[in-house]
């Protein structure tokens, strides 16, 4: 007989992951004390040449692994959907790539000139699409520039490019002077080459797009081998192309993929190449909608499609309980390798074959006229039939482990309370009072001042601090509200509903077991 293991992520495991992201976060900071990238300033009379030493590379090299872990960049950029015109490893530049007329800042003098590339046409091209926020383009942009110092200018031409203005990058410029001009206010490359997250290289030689690799790979010795036409190990960042939902999906292109079910509207289907990760999205047209879900391991498309069933403070960690073979479990998301961040090929052709093997997609179309309450319970049903089907699994919603917490509920109707949430805020606001207008459940606004209350409030012995909304108001809902500071050290939660009652709302002690999922191997399915 298979033998089976029966896996359940507590409270304690949660806890405990919690703790080590905040580890991790600490960690970083003084990671990022003691190897401040300012550090590329040369001290007097210390004989250094400006460069940290290769132990610093080292640890700053683990420090960006984490930080693109921890962090993600793809939030504040200015990106484009992929389009006909978007070009490729192996295409051919247009004519105007060379000619365009580009805004240029010196990231070393400041000076601020106009010019194109048609000089440049024989040289290798490094295009490095960053920002000034984002930490890992100003690691590799520092990389490149102690790089730059051995390479002939001749034949290489490093080109940061940002949607940004020149303003944007003073600051940066002061800081590293570095021998660069950098595209500025950039529409034009963006849209020829498009990308989804920062930073991201391209790499142009004669003419032709040569590479397009992750941002480790840059070094001196890949460099030289484009140059003498010859192509490195490198993992190219293909994950650039976007779905169009207008279309129908999994066919040719629009995310070609091997399709394990086509019936009734629902497809599901194995790895989508060169396509990027899309979390479960609703889209809706003239006459249908279509939810879908792109590049995902299994237990992240089956939690975003139950999500909102779900115990509301479980994390993906935390909703499942798991009754299925070590091999399955290998799998899941919390088995997913990590990228090396240093330009190890081997390694990351190991990632890539994970994903190859265990990312899948789904995609649902309906008429216009289904709720998306309606279309996420459909989506649901034929979700656990095809997983049962192809992977022997069943999918199931339980009863999970009993919870004490807190949950914010109404006692006015919903419109009444959404009117008292947007009411004017004064314009002179007291030094006892904190008034502000945010999202509804931002942290670290109005929640900070329903959840921290309650950290005090041992007598109501709360499994959970986080306070759960069952208000019927989005999180995103635009509020403004006034509470008094001293709210946050309440050590009786009368004097918090005296608080929430000026808005229509409560806070609710519940006391029940929770929703969770289980995933229950039945058979054993070769894949």
Same mark, same amino acid.
Not at 83 to 112: I, Q, R
Not at 143 to 163: H, Q
Not at 299 to 317: E, G, M, N, S
């Given at each position: 007989?298979?033998?089976?293991?029966?896996?359940?992520?507590?409270?304690?495991?949660?806890?405990?992951?919690?703790?080590? #992201?905040?580890?991790?976060?600490?960690?970083?900071?003084?990671?990022?004390?003691?190897?401040? /990238?300012?550090?590329?300033?040369?001290?007097?009379?210390?004989?250094?040449?400006?460069?940290?030493?290769?132990? %610093?590379?080292?640890?700053?090299?683990?420090?960006?692994?984490?930080?693109?872990?921890?962090?993600?960049?793809?939030?504040?950029?200015?990106?484009?959907?992929?389009?006909?015109?978007?070009?490729?490893?192996?295409? =051919?530049?247009?004519?105007?790539?060379?000619?365009?007329? !580009?805004?240029?800042?010196?990231?070393?003098?400041?000076?601020?000139?106009?010019?194109?590339? @048609?000089?440049?046409?024989?040289?290798?091209?490094?295009?490095?699409?960053?920002?000034?926020?984002?930490?890992?383009?100003?690691?590799?942009?520092?990389?490149?520039?102690?790089?730059?110092?051995?390479?002939?200018? @001749? =034949?290489?031409?490093?080109?940061?490019?940002?949607?940004?203005?020149?303003?944007?990058?003073?600051?940066?410029?002061?800081?590293?002077?570095?021998?660069?001009?950098?595209?500025?206010?950039?529409?034009?490359?963006?849209?020829?080459?498009? $990308?989804?997250?920062?930073?991201?290289?391209?790499?142009?030689?004669? *003419?032709?797009?040569? %590479?397009?690799?992750?941002?480790?790979?840059?070094?001196?010795?890949?460099?030289?081998?484009?140059? $003498?036409?010859?192509?490195?190990?490198?993992?190219?960042?293909?994950?650039?192309?976007?779905?169009?939902?207008?279309? @129908?999906?999994?066919?040719?292109?629009?995310?070609?993929?091997?399709?394990?079910?086509?019936?009734? *509207?629902?497809?599901?289907?194995?790895?989508?190449?060169?396509?990027?990760?899309?979390?479960?999205?609703?889209?809706? *047209?003239?006459?249908?909608?279509?939810?879908?879900?792109?590049?995902?391991?299994?237990?992240?498309?089956? !939690?975003?499609?139950?999500?909102?069933?779900?115990?509301?403070?479980?994390?993906?960690?935390?909703?499942?309980?798991?009754?299925?073979?070590?091999?399955?479990?290998?799998?899941?998301?919390?088995?997913?390798?990590?990228?090396?961040?240093?330009?190890?090929?081997?390694?990351?052709?190991?990632?890539?074959?994970?994903?190859? $093997?265990?990312?899948?997609?789904?995609?649902?179309?309906?008429?216009? @006229?289904?709720?998306?309450?309606?279309?996420?319970?459909?989506?649901?049903?034929?979700?656990?039939?095809?997983?049962?089907? $192809?992977?022997?699994?069943?999918?199931?919603?339980?009863?999970?482990?009993? #919870?004490?917490?807190?949950?914010?509920?109404?006692?006015?109707?919903?419109?009444?309370?959404?009117?008292?949430?947007?009411?004017?805020?004064?314009?002179?606001?007291? %030094?006892?009072?904190?008034?502000?207008?945010? %999202?509804?459940?931002?942290?670290?606004?109005?929640? /900070?001042?329903?959840?921290?209350?309650?950290?005090?409030?041992?007598? +109501?012995?709360?499994?959970?601090?986080?306070?759960?909304?069952?208000?019927?108001?989005?999180?995103?809902?635009?509020?403004?509200?006034?509470?008094?500071?001293?709210?946050?050290?309440?050590?009786?939660?009368?004097?918090?509903?005296?608080? +929430?009652?000026?808005? *229509?709302?409560?806070?609710?002690?519940?006391?029940?077991?929770?929703?969770?999922?289980?995933?229950?191997?039945?058979?054993?399915?070769?894949?």
């Amino acid at each position: 007989m298979m033998k089976k293991l029966k896996l359940q992520f507590n409270s304690s495991a949660l806890l405990y992951i919690q703790i080590l #992201k905040i580890t991790v976060i600490v960690i970083l900071y003084f990671l990022v004390s003691m190897f401040s /990238l300012s550090a590329q300033t040369s001290r007097k009379n210390s004989g250094a040449d400006g460069l940290l030493s290769r132990s %610093a590379i080292k640890k700053l090299n683990l420090l960006i692994a984490l930080c693109s872990l921890c962090f993600p960049t793809m939030l504040k950029a200015q990106f484009y959907t992929p389009d006909s015109s978007s070009l490729y490893v192996g295409d =051919k530049v247009p004519e105007n790539f060379y000619t365009t007329k !580009y805004k240029l800042f010196d990231l070393k003098s400041k000076a601020e000139s106009i010019s194109d590339l @048609s000089a440049d046409y024989d040289k290798l091209i490094v295009l490095d699409f960053w920002a000034n926020w984002c930490k890992p383009c100003l690691y590799y942009l520092m990389k490149m520039d102690s790089i730059s110092k051995e390479l002939d200018p @001749s =034949k290489v031409k490093i080109i940061p490019v940002t949607y940004q203005s020149s303003k944007d990058l003073i600051k940066i410029a002061e800081r590293f002077a570095w021998n660069y001009r950098s595209i500025t206010e950039d529409t034009v490359l963006a849209k020829m080459f498009p $990308h989804q997250n920062l930073p991201h290289m391209i790499w142009i030689y004669k *003419g032709k797009v040569v %590479a397009k690799p992750k941002s480790d790979y840059v070094s001196k010795e890949n460099i030289a081998l484009i140059l $003498h036409e010859d192509m490195p190990k490198m993992v190219q960042n293909n994950a650039i192309k976007a779905i169009d939902p207008n279309k @129908s999906l999994f066919t040719v292109n629009n995310g070609k993929a091997d399709l394990l079910v086509d019936q009734k *509207g629902f497809k599901m289907a194995g790895f989508v190449d060169q396509y990027f990760t899309v979390p479960l999205t609703i889209h809706r *047209g003239r006459d249908s909608m279509l939810i879908y879900s792109i590049n995902n391991p299994l237990d992240q498309l089956i !939690y975003q499609a139950f999500r909102q069933d779900v115990f509301q403070l479980f994390d993906i960690t935390s909703a499942f309980q798991w009754n299925v073979s070590p091999s399955i479990l290998q799998k899941q998301s919390f088995h997913e390798p990590v990228p090396s961040y240093q330009g190890d090929y081997a390694h990351d052709l190991k990632v890539r074959d994970w994903m190859l $093997h265990n990312y899948y997609s789904y995609a649902l179309k309906l008429p216009a @006229s289904y709720t998306d309450a309606d279309a996420r319970h459909l989506l649901q049903q034929r979700l656990q039939k095809a997983i049962l089907a $192809h992977f022997g699994l069943k999918v199931e919603l339980i009863r999970g482990p009993r #919870k004490r917490y807190a949950a914010l509920q109404r006692i006015r109707p919903l419109s009444v309370v959404k009117k008292l949430l947007q009411q004017p805020l004064s314009a002179k606001q007291s %030094a006892d009072t904190v008034q502000a207008e945010v %999202a509804f459940f931002d942290q670290p606004h109005f929640q /900070l001042f329903v959840s921290a209350p309650l950290r005090n409030m041992k007598q +109501l012995k709360l499994d959970e601090n986080a306070v759960i909304n069952e208000t019927d108001i989005p999180n995103d809902f635009m509020a403004s509200f006034a509470f008094p500071k001293s709210m946050r050290k309440a050590t009786e939660l009368q004097s918090v509903q005296q608080e +929430l009652k000026r808005y *229509g709302m409560k806070i609710v002690i519940m006391d029940r077991k929770v929703p969770m999922l289980r995933v229950s191997q039945v058979k054993k399915i070769n894949r």
